[in-house]
């Protein structure tokens, strides 16, 4: 891994880097913008909180159908040309929702057609992203520069949604469609001018499909067919199970999370029904909280740049869920008057995250070799993905009849359980080593 490394040329990974998150966090500032727009035209349009979540599936079922195979298929190509297709590609379905407003009205079913194949676009780009940081930083750094990458996105996130309630009213979804659009070509060209390929990012040199690399066993003779190649990306999926298996410290992280997952994925859903039902807020109030969670993701975020977390990796993991879990509990045993209060904890529930989410990703960076990296993160993802239906499900047939405040405190109590279970496994415990 330093002689692949080294090729990059160690005084210019940070201007790597430093290119490809500023394309980053435009592609994520306009992504956003757009998101937000599309939520409040299916709103406003149909008033419908089935439609929502109609939308909501669609935004995320990709990940799960695709995320899998997406990972093999981002083993197999040079990291720019996966990075510049999905940015392409969801800047083609944004210019398509634009050609169609044009016409003076835009159907609902378009809007969420947009959304499920803008997700489309995001399984491939996402475990690419994910597996480009290990390829070009050295290993020491890794989890300083994941608390970088979501800082970046957390902030993206912010700004988008406070952008969205200034260019909405004011010029409407087609400004917000070309502003993405602009976006995503902003994102490719800071891919391009990174120059990956011509660092030889990937063993063998990004793009160069050498006869000893492994992406050229895999993948450099096309298969005659399309059932052969779905038996080809299918054994290259198994494999990099097998190998992520062979981790066991992350293995047993990979299923905490699915239960973490499990439990979070309602309280994100339900923090509007915190505000306005418990709280008697208004909408504005709804989008304070969201903005109160995002800044405090930044704030760990740079936090976890900073101190680059604890020496041992799974305690900053435990330690996070415990604290998520902590404060969601104290948040659902506020009383009505008790919104400041829930800001705070918003913010706490927020700040959390990065110490959860980064540690893991770096351990991942740092021990899966890097041939199987986009294999692991598109599993990880897909994973993910199919645990929040799940849990969105289990919420819809009983947060009605409990309250959303008394779901807040059994599910916060069930992380601060799942912290201490997860603790008490001994490969966990000693992830650095395992």
């Known amino acids: ?48 909180a089935g439609m929502l979540s109609l939308a909501s599936l669609a935004g995320f079922l ?66 690419a992203f994910q597996t480009l940081t290990p390829l070009v930083a050295p290993a020491e750094h890794l989890t300083r520069l994941a608390g970088v990458t979501q800082a970046v996105q957390s902030g993206g996130y912010i700004l988008g949604t406070a952008v969205a309630a200034v260019i909405y009213p004011a010029w409407g979804l087609t400004a917000m469609v070309a502003l993405d659009v602009a976006g995503a070509l902003f994102a490719t060209a800071a891919v391009v001018a990174a120059r990956l390929d011509a660092d030889g990012c990937r063993a063998g040199g990004a793009g160069a499909d050498t006869a000893d690399s492994p992406r050229s066993r895999a993948g450099g003779r096309e298969p005659a067919g399309i059932a052969r190649a779905a038996r080809s990306l299918a054994a290259e999926t198994a494999e990099g199970y097998r190998v992520l298996r062979g981790y066991r410290g992350l293995f047993a992280l990979l299923w905490c999370g699915f239960a973490f997952t499990l439990f979070f994925s309602p309280i994100s859903a339900l923090f509007p029904l915190m505000t306005m039902g418990q709280f008697g807020g208004t909408t504005a109030d709804a989008a304070l909280a969201e903005i109160a969670f995002a800044a405090g993701m930044i704030a760990g975020s740079a936090l ?7 020496r041992n990796r799974a305690l900053a993991v435990v330690a996070a869920t415990a604290l ?21 904890l918003s913010f706490l529930m927020g700040a959390s995250s990065p110490w959860y989410s980064g540690p893991q990703t770096a351990l991942m960076q740092e021990k899966i070799p890097p041939e199987f990296l986009g294999r692991v993160f598109g599993l990880y993802g897909a994973i993910m993905s199919w645990a929040m239906p799940a849990g969105l499900a289990v919420s ?17 109590t069930a992380m601060v359980a799942l912290a201490l279970v997860t603790w008490l496994i001994p490969c966990v415990r000693n992830v650095e080593e395992c």
């Open 304 to 310: 976890l740049t900073a101190t680059g977390g604890f």
């Open 1 to 48: 891994m330093s002689d692949r490394r080294a090729q990059t040329g160690r005084g210019s990974w940070q201007v790597k880097l430093a290119c490809v998150w500023t394309g980053e966090l435009v592609s994520v500032l306009t992504s956003s913008i757009l998101q937000m727009g599309f939520v409040w035209h299916i709103t406003l349009s149909t008033g419908s």
């Open 324 to 344: 998520y879990g902590a404060s969601t509990v104290a948040a659902g045993l506020l009383g009505s008057d008790g919104f400041l209060a829930f800001l705070a």
């Open 62 to 127: 990709p990940l799960a159908l695709f995320g899998t195979f997406a990972g093999a298929i981002v083993d197999r190509l040079p990291l720019r040309r996966v990075l510049v297709g999905a940015d392409l590609f969801i800047a083609g379905v944004s210019a398509v929702v634009a050609l169609v407003s044009l016409t003076g009205t835009l159907p609902v079913g378009v809007v969420v057609a947009a959304l499920f194949f803008r997700a489309v676009g995001s399984a491939f780009h996402t475990p």
């Open 396 to 412: 819809t047939l009983f947060a009605d009849s409990v309250g959303a405040p008394a779901w807040f405190v059994g599910a916060g």
